[in-house]
């Protein structure tokens, strides 16, 4: 009887341990979806409002954080290092949208972390396809308009698989499958 229990619990715990490890590697990905999803509103920092779609035709990289999001946080030192090296790729474009609803907040956060990446705050409502209930999150849309990506929880921008792939969806519509 002792034996089973404790074999029963080795493998509730390698169970465990293999959702959560899933759980932290998922990547939603929707290859069929034809449906433009940049039907979203962003404002910079002189509080201009532009949509998404006026980028159409660049690989977007979104990060959606807070300053009070601890995993955000955490991310955004790779985020910052990603930008920098891809800062000579015109065909990509990394926007930081804070989830504060205080730009000036998010603002002072980047400047006293002396992080480059373009800020933004939300203009409108999040499309339904972009929509969570957790960040961070960071969403990747190819030239045509289609998310390719849609990460929610903390991604390694540091990934050399991610780079590359950033730099193939530059030159087509490519698949990523991992991030």
């Known amino acids: 009887m002792r034996h089973t229990l404790i074999k029963f619990s080795a493998v509730l715990v390698f169970l465990f341990s293999t959702c959560l490890a899933k759980a932290q590697d998922q990547v939603n990905i929707d290859t069929n979806k034809q449906e433009e999803a940049v039907e979203l509103s962003l404002v910079d920092k002189d509080g201009k409002t532009f949509k998404l779609s ?10 959606f954080w807070a300053t009070w999001c601890q995993p955000c946080i955490a991310e955004l030192p790779s985020f910052q290092q990603l930008h920098s090296s891809l800062a000579n790729e015109k065909e990509i474009a990394f926007l930081a949208i804070e989830m504060d609803q205080d730009y000036e907040k998010a603002a002072k956060f980047f400047k006293k972390n002396d992080y480059s990446i373009p800020l933004y705050s939300l203009g409108s409502a999040l499309p339904s396809d972009m929509q969570t209930n957790s960040i961070p999150m960071t969403i990747i849309i190819a030239k045509n308009g289609e998310i390719v990506i849609k990460k929610i929880g903390m991604l390694d ?16 519509r490519a698949d990523i499958s991992y991030l």
């Open 157 to 172: 921008f540091a990934s050399p698989k991610l780079r590359r792939n950033l730099l193939q969806l530059t030159k087509e």
């Open 54 to 63: 006026e980028l159409k035709g660049k690989v977007l990289v979104l990060n």
